[in-house]
């Protein structure tokens, strides 16, 4: 089976969506109240101008941890279609550095996020009811096709019910290997402070 669009010649460029759903139903039985359908589809994304298709991108904002009234933790991700087609975006995300040095996941979105572009949305990220409150370092990748992005935050999740405040943004500064090397080099710089200050002591001295 072959299903064939006729894009009019005046369309304006641009990228349009569809659906081409396929179904059968199950014959009707005298006194029967139930009728089987069986259905699916295939999705559109139907590029109508020169040039290809174009680029895609999108950019992510707040990153704000909740609870459930059940007392599920989450993450929701704000996302904005930035590019000139429609995404599907998914992740995963990994938790590290909790109380008493504990790590979890990496854990899946919930379901993928379709965006249209100019469009905003959340990408949500469920983890267990025992997950403590932290704080913790949640580290999310999402991705697009081949768009892919990173954010690290540092989040608590608030108590049941409620939502909590939007994580802050890591400084790379707090990794082990930097702050060992930052440390390095104020120790260097404080040293060469010293050294310069017996200098400029015997300088005075020799006057």
Not at 42 to 47: E, K, S, T, W
Not at 103 to 111: I, K, L, N
């Amino acid at each position: 089976m072959k299903a064939t669009i006729a894009v009019p010649p005046k369309a304006s460029a641009g990228e349009r969506y569809g659906v081409i759903w396929a179904s059968a139903s199950s014959p009707k039985r005298s006194g029967a109240s139930v009728t089987q359908v069986h259905r699916v589809g295939i999705r559109i994304y139907l590029d109508i101008g020169p040039g290809g298709e174009p680029a895609s991108d999108f950019t992510t904002g707040d990153m704000v941890p909740a609870r459930s009234p059940q007392g599920e933790p989450s993450i929701a991700i704000q996302v904005t279609n930035t590019g000139g087609r429609a995404l599907d975006i998914t992740g995963k995300a990994s938790l590290s550095e909790g109380p008493a040095g504990t790590r979890a996941g990496p854990f899946d979105t919930v379901q993928g996020t379709t965006l249209a572009p100019g469009t905003s949305g959340q990408v949500t990220i469920r983890f267990p009811v025992e997950l403590a409150n932290g704080p913790w370092k949640a580290q999310v990748n999402l991705e697009s096709g081949r768009v892919k992005k990173e954010l690290a935050r540092e989040i608590e999740f608030p108590d049941p019910g409620k939502v909590g405040k939007p994580g802050t943004i890591l400084s790379r500064m707090t990794t082990g290997w930097n702050v060992a090397i930052a440390t390095a080099g104020l120790l260097v710089v404080a040293g060469l402070a010293g050294v310069s200050r017996q200098r400029w002591k015997r300088l005075r001295l020799r006057r």
